[in-house]
């Protein structure tokens, strides 16, 4: 594989990012005022109608003007609108989105638009990859966490009562827009949610990008759009880099999962919405680093840095108590249930050095241990 191109400290306000994979490849753009602007979507293709899909607190920021931007490309444009929350990223929901694709006769080169965060990402890209066996669809992510994040790399979900993202499909779009303007309606807990995933970035892959957060996390706490556009580009630079190689996780794309086995722990355990999924993310990240003091990998100082990155990002540094008796009992029944769970062993992304990933099983006492010492009020 190519090598992760360096990390360009130079103002970039307008980009193009690249996912190369073969057939399924397609540009990420980033830039300030993509979404109303008919030229962002010329290159898709044409069809007798299009399909957005969007949430009720979303609709009335942005869909208008997406709506005017594609009206002269597709004759029909139907819209639909679901309601807000990850509560919402189930069956039934997701059957909204089938039943407006059918009573308004959508063929199958209906192109569909998720205009929204990652719950409206996933369970778009879900209904594209399954609506008459695959129909195109396009990412309009409007939340940081999904510009990102779930925008990139063509993972698609619902969640099953017995657990998140449980039910889904590997399906890539073909076109993803970031429109930084969509960040200044953003929540500042949901700006904060989501740089967890950008610096995210950091410890696994770029040294250089964590020192440049570290420098700029301020500006981007405060919107600063030419600081936005750079950590945007950058995170999906790293993204698209890892996701190229390993397309369907079958190994190096796990590492994008560092902080998310205690972080998911922390989700499940407080009841999904109590903690934003970035926030279980920030804590988590701080409790990997630690294991992989302990094991070795990484030293207090690193743990350290990274700490107070993830607290100047407004984010929680300790995990949460999920039971008073047995805490890291009830941490690590829920991390046996994880994905990256194999035969029960639960699978760590661990720092083995600044810089770099890698994924490994640990003594259930050094866990215990190290949850201990992390959820300490
Ligand atoms: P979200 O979609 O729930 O959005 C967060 C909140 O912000 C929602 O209330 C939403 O309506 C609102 N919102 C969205 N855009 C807004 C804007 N511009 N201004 C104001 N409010 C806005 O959450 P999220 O953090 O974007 O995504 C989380 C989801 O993404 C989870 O379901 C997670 O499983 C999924 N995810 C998927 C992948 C993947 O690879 N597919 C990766 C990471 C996360
Ligand atoms: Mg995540």
Redo the contacts with the bound molecule.
């Keep these: 594989a190519a090598p992760l191109v360096p990390f360009a400290s130079a103002t970039a306000d307008q980009a193009t990012v690249h996912i190369d994979l073969g057939e399924r490849s397609y540009p990420i753009r980033i830039a300030a005022g993509l979404l109303g602007d008919a030229a962002t979507y010329a290159a898709l293709p044409k069809a007798a109608s299009a399909l957005i899909v969007t ?1 009720t ?2 609709a009335p ?2 869909l208008q003007q997406v709506r005017a931007a594609l009206a002269g490309r597709y004759p029909q444009v139907h819209v639909v609108e679901l309601p ?3 509560a919402y ?1 189930d069956w039934q929901t997701l059957n909204l989105i089938f039943d407006a694709l059918l009573q308004h006769g959508c063929d199958r080169k209906t192109v569909l638009f998720a205009l ?7 369970m778009t ?1 879900f209904a594209a990859a399954s609506y008459m066996r695959g129909v195109p669809f396009v990412q309009l ?3 940081l ?2 510009q990102v ?2 925008s990139v ?1 063509g ?3 619902i969640n099953h009562p017995l657990g ?2 449980m039910v889904g499909a590997f399906y890539q779009p073909q076109l993803v827009v970031c429109d930084l303007a ?2 200044d ?3 500042p807990r ?1 700006l904060s ?2 740089l967890a ?1 950008v610096i995210k970035y950091g410890p696994i892959a770029d040294m250089a990008f964590f020192e440049w957060l570290e420098l700029h996390i301020d500006r981007l706490r405060a919107g600063d759009r030419t600081a936005m556009a750079q950590a945007v580009k950058r995170s999906v630079e790293i993204k698209a880099w890892v996701v190229s190689q390993d397309e369907k996780e079958t190994g190096l794309r796990a590492v994008l999962n560092f902080g998310h086995t205690f972080g998911h722990a922390i989700e499940a355990g407080m009841g999904y919405g109590n903690w ?3 926030e279980g993310v920030g804590a988590g990240m701080v409790m990997a680093a630690h294991l992989s003091q302990e094991l070795g990998m990484v030293d207090a100082a690193f743990v350290a840095r990274l700490t107070r990155l993830i607290e100047r990002a407004g984010l929680p540094t300790r995990g949460a108590v999920l039971d008073a008796q047995d805490n890291a009992g009830a941490y690590l029944e829920h991390m046996r249930v994880d994905k990256k769970a194999e035969a029960g062993e639960i699978r760590f992304v661990l720092i083995d050095g600044p810089g770099k990933a890698t994924m490994r099983g640990a003594p259930d006492a050094l866990v215990r241990q190290v949850i201990d010492r992390c959820c300490a009020p």
């Design positions: 949430n607190t979303v920021l942005y807000d929350g990850e990223k929204g965060g990652g719950v409206i990402g996933d890209g992510p409007t939340t966490l999904s994040d779930s790399g993972k698609t979900a998140k993202n969509s960040l309606s953003l929540p949901e949610a989501g995933e934003l999924h970035g």
